[in-house]
């Protein structure tokens, strides 16, 4: 991945593999194959939780020189626009959130520089976000329609069975094992929102590695009721 000097650092679990399409098989086959494409731009939209993150950062993995930009908090993390400069000859340039930088004027014409080199270079900007294009309130007209240069794909919620097959596949890439039993449990009596359970998950092994306990249902339980 290109190197932006910052503390940016792709997951290791976020690849296609280990995403679960469900509903999104159209665009998990589109972004896996983004190189033989050759729309300047993609936009991919779906509520929080459904993974859009985990696609980016997947894209970015299967396409050398390449650069992961997260947008939610740029204020709290101290980013400029001007981190946008020197990326347009890049063959993919991947922005999460990127309707967090929408009304600002500096990120948005920062924004409408990246987008015509990348044009005019034959690269691609897959970007993310809650919303569809024509929702996002950018200021500057030419940033709403150049940002449409390209499909659009909502990505759905998954139903409770592959969420399910999601948090499986999430615990054998950290080499975690996830007794069926103790599956159930989490998905009758824990939140289905995916980013909750990957977040209990990662805690989960946190706690199961400095106890040397197995992820059984009392063990789970337990950790449950030291967090309320």
Known sequence: MYQLGLNIHLKEWAVF??????PNQAVVHYLSTIAGHSDPVVWIWGRPSVGKTHLLQASCKNQSDSVFIPCHGWEDLGYEPTLLSELGALPLVCIDDVGEIAGNRSWEEAL????NEIKDTGGTLLVSSRLPPTEVAFELPDVHSRLRWGPVFRVST??????AQALKLRAGSRGLVLPEDTLTYLMRHH?????QLFELLNRLDVESLAAQRRLTIPFVKSVLHSTR
Do not use: I, K, N, P
Not at 191 to 195: E, L, P, W
């Open 191 to 195: 939140s289905r929102d995916q980013r």
């Open 17 to 22: 593999d280990s995403y679960v399409a469900g």
């Open 158 to 163: 998954l139903t409770d069975e592959q969420v």
């Open 112 to 115: 409408l520089v990246l987008v």
